[in-house]
């Protein structure tokens, strides 16, 4: 399917843009030519970074908004031919912390967004980001979209209410929708202001190389999954909103193959130049063994069949590029008082 013909002089409203995923798929759409608006409401450590988009400011427009907000939604959708909805709490520690703002971003609002679109868009297509994390320990590997959903945290239980939302609003309303639900995502633009590693293992990882801090692998090292490059789940995004085969459809979107926490490990040294043994063994803390899921990993077949997408990036060759561009932009996302006074420098160029 040609792209760039299909999203060419569109308008696309990219919903969590200035976040890592969100943002690179507002770069893909620049690209493409379509007419891109961007909303984020650059709560603190959500990963929105205004310098997530530099170098295609002048080509895109941003409000700084926040999705809990309906009034704005109730604006902002009108006009969109696409809606790429990215916004969401990610970190599953912070939500047991906090559960119930972690419901109202990703459940309540997601109704917000929703009502908007059937009350004032209701031709626009909207694509969802949803999760693996729901699945909760897998009952047989790979997971399929059939499995079982059994959440062990907070945000696996609101990240499914926020997509079966979706799936209920084509149904009751036909409302164009489709969910892809994601695996373990890396790349450029990621967050590394999260010291805890709250927001991903590889998020982390990259982190603690750069500070020339050995890395900490918890348990056995053995558990199994897989990771998707960002380059390519923004392929599968612009697919599934190109496709009408996937409206009312959820597809998961997985890596290449499984790695275990240790191979992972292993490639991301390498990527960096360091020794091969330069992490130590650590058990797993409390608070992170009561939600781990043990080995997990996806079947991507359903969303090779139906829209012909598959991932292409080779785990070593994304972490490679990964960790060379957190290198050389290391100052725009390492420190969090400093990315707050970058951003008060560029929204007012940037806000519209």
């Known amino acids: 399917m040609d792209l ?3 999203y060419r002089d569109k308008r696309v409203l990219v919903i969590g ?6 943002s690179n798929l507002a770069q893909r759409l620049v690209k493409l030519g379509a007419q891109v608006l961007i909303i984020d409401s650059l709560v603190p450590d959500h990963g929105g ?3 997530n988009i530099a170098n295609v400011r002048d080509r895109v427009s941003v409000n700084v908004s926040d999705v809990r907000d309906q009034h704005a939604i109730n604006f902002l959708v009108r006009g969109q031919h696409y ?3 990215l916004a969401g709490q990610v970190s599953h520690i912070g939500s047991m912390e906090d559960p119930l703002t972690d419901n109202d971003i990703n459940a309540r609002s997601q109704v917000y967004l929703l009502e908007a679109c059937r009350r004032h868009n209701p031709r626009a297509r909207v694509v969802y980001t949803s999760t693996r994390q729901f699945y909760g320990v897998p009952q047989y590997l790979p997971v399929d979209e059939a499995h079982p959903v059994q959440p062990t945290d907070v945000n696996g239980i609101t990240k499914w209410a926020g997509e079966q939302y ?3 609003y084509h149904r009751a309303y036909g409302i164009p929708t489709t969910a892809l639900r994601l695996t373990n995502v890396y790349g450029p633009r990621q967050v590394l202001k999260d010291a805890e590693g709250r927001m991903g293992v590889i998020y982390h990882f990259v982190r603690k190389v750069l500070a020339g801090e050995k890395l900490r692998v918890f348990g056995s090292g053995e558990q199994l999954r897989d990771y998707v490059y960002v380059d390519d789940v923004v392929a599968a995004l612009l697919t599934a909103g190109a496709h009408d085969r996937a409206l009312g459809e959820v597809f998961n979107v997985g890596g290449l193959r499984p790695i275990s926490h240790l191979q992972l490990v292993q490639h991301l040294l ?5 020794p091969d043994d330069w992490f130590d063994m650590a058990p797993f803390p409390p608070e992170r063994k009561a939600i781990d899921v043990g080995s997990v990993y996806l079947d991507s077949t359903k969303i090779g069949r139906a829209l012909g997408w598959t991932p292409t990036t080779d785990l070593a060759a994304g972490l490679e590029r990964t960790f060379a561009y957190c290198k050389e932009h290391k100052d725009a996302y390492w420190d969090a008082e400093l990315v707050a006074t970058l951003q008060e420098g560029s929204l007012q160029v940037e806000n519209g």
């Open 4 to 6: 760039e013909q299909v």
């Open 17 to 22: 843009g200035l976040g890592f995923i969100g």
């Open 49 to 51: 970074n205004v310098y």
């Open 83 to 85: 809606i790429f909805n």
């Open 166 to 168: 979706h799936m209920v």
């Open 270 to 274: 390498a990527a960096a130049g360091l």
